[in-house]
């Protein structure tokens, strides 16, 4: 489990594909602190450290991770957001996040809000997955590659978020532009409440 805090962002420094999987080889500035079957969330996406050496370590994605969130898209050189579990004696300064990223969404804008950024977000609508909280709603929370958000003017099939600077200069979202595809986990809770209610209804 996690809260959406980012911790900084890692650069890929080597990718190993081996069928379908691929192996992404990692450096920041926590490696020395790292252990074999750890949990990190990588760009909301949670994976299981496999190796450490020579201050990287690697991590795999199988084909499901890789078709349902943009990891598949990373190049080497490439920041990713990455945040270790969370710690249950401290506080939870974002939400639960599971690191289970449910799909993709694009940036259709990107404005400047004079020192902080508007970021617009689309996303593929499914009626039937909205039923089961597969939604946004308004002043509530989002993850977007791993970062804790709250959800302003919300539609069917996009969203915006507000990322003042520090967020900006901290995690990926300075590489974010139109165009870019990023990850989404929606909230737990909502789904829990809209499956609910679909059942008991």
Same mark, same amino acid.
């Given at each position: #489990?996690? /809260?959406?805090?980012?911790?900084?962002?890692?650069?890929?420094?080597? %990718?190993? &594909?081996? $069928?379908?999987?691929?192996?992404?080889?990692?450096?920041?500035?926590?490696?020395?602190?790292?252990?074999?079957? $750890?949990?990190?969330?990588?760009? !909301?996406?949670?994976? =299981? *450290?496999? &190796? %450490?050496? +020579?201050?990287?370590?690697?991590?795999?994605? #199988?084909?499901?991770?890789?078709?349902?969130?943009?990891? !598949?898209?990373?190049?080497?050189?490439?920041?990713?957001?990455?945040?270790?579990?969370?710690? #249950?004696?401290g506080r939870l300064d974002g939400h639960i996040v599971q690191g289970h990223v449910d799909q993709t969404a694009?940036?259709? +804008?990107?404005?400047?809000?004079? !020192?902080?950024? %508007?970021? =617009?977000?689309?996303?593929?609508?499914?009626?039937?997955?909205?039923? &089961? !909280?597969?939604?946004? *709603?308004d002043k509530g929370s989002v993850t977007v590659n791993g970062v804790s958000l709250t959800v302003c003017n919300p539609?069917?099939?996009?969203? $915006?978020?507000?990322?003042?600077?520090?967020?900006?200069? +901290?995690? +990926?979202?300075?590489? %974010?532009?139109?165009? /870019?595809?990023?990850?989404?986990?929606?909230?737990?809770?909502?789904?829990?409440?809209?499956?609910?209610?679909?059942?008991?209804?």
């Amino acid at each position: #489990m996690f /809260s959406g805090i980012v911790e900084e962002y890692a650069t890929v420094v080597a %990718i190993e &594909r081996e $069928q379908e999987n691929v192996h992404l080889t990692m450096k920041c500035s926590f490696v020395d602190e790292l252990k074999i079957d $750890q949990s990190v969330a990588h760009n !909301g996406v949670c994976l =299981t *450290v496999v &190796r %450490i050496e +020579n201050g990287t370590y690697t991590v795999t994605a #199988m084909k499901e991770t890789l078709d349902r969130s943009n990891l !598949g898209l990373l190049k080497v050189g490439d920041e990713v957001n990455v945040e270790r579990s969370m710690m #249950m004696n401290g506080r939870l300064d974002g939400h639960i996040v599971q690191g289970h990223v449910d799909q993709t969404a694009e940036c259709i +804008n990107k404005e400047d809000a004079e !020192g902080s950024w %508007i970021f =617009t977000f689309k996303y593929k609508f499914d009626k039937e997955m909205a039923k &089961r !909280g597969y939604i946004t *709603v308004d002043k509530g929370s989002v993850t977007v590659n791993g970062v804790s958000l709250t959800v302003c003017n919300p539609t069917n099939d996009t969203f $915006q978020v507000c990322i003042i600077p520090y967020t900006y200069e +901290n995690t +990926n979202f300075h590489n %974010i532009k139109v165009g /870019s595809v990023v990850n989404l986990e929606f909230d737990i809770i909502g789904k829990y409440i809209s499956r609910y209610s679909v059942l008991f209804k």
